[in-house]
């Protein structure tokens, strides 16, 4: 099992940078492959990105490809999310995810195949 820490979240106004953290503890972080996932109000949560277990592999929500960028320091147990020129429509909690199990890339936007979450952390983005 493995417990997960949101952080790095913020105010901030259209155009700037957040770099959010997820700190892991528990069993071995480099046997989980990671996500981050969105929700903002009303809507359903949304795949962001996806890291395998010693980052080799990522992917991105079309959407967001070439302004957000998922990495991973498993010495330091902690998976990133930089997040460049963010627009309003960017704001939401943000989640990281984690799972021991191998993912296909068609497999790895689905929450569900996801077993531990962690809290959250709210970025709003100012217009």
């Known amino acids: 099992q493995v417990q997960l820490v949101e952080s790095g979240g913020g105010l901030v106004q259209a155009g700037a940078s957040l770099r959010l953290s997820c700190a892991a503890s528990?069993?071995?972080?480099?046997?989980?492959?990671m996500g981050w996932f969105r929700q903002a109000p009303g809507k359903e949560r949304e795949f962001v990105a996806f890291?395998?277990?010693?980052?080799?592999?990522?992917t991105y929500a079309d959407s967001l490809k070439g302004r957000f960028t998922i990495s991973r320091d498993n010495a330091e147990n902690t998976v990133y999310l930089q997040m460049n020129n963010l627009k309003p429509e960017d704001t939401a909690v943000y989640y990281c995810?984690?799972?021991?199990?191998?993912?296909?890339?068609?497999?790895?936007?689905?929450?569900?195949?996801?077993?531990?979450w962690g809290q959250g952390t709210q970025v709003t983005v100012s217009s």
């Open positions: 995810a984690a799972t021991p199990r191998g993912l296909a890339t068609a497999q790895r936007m689905g929450y569900s195949r996801y077993e531990y």
């Open positions: 528990g069993r071995a972080f480099s046997n989980y492959a």
């Open positions: 890291i395998s277990q010693f980052g080799g592999s990522t």
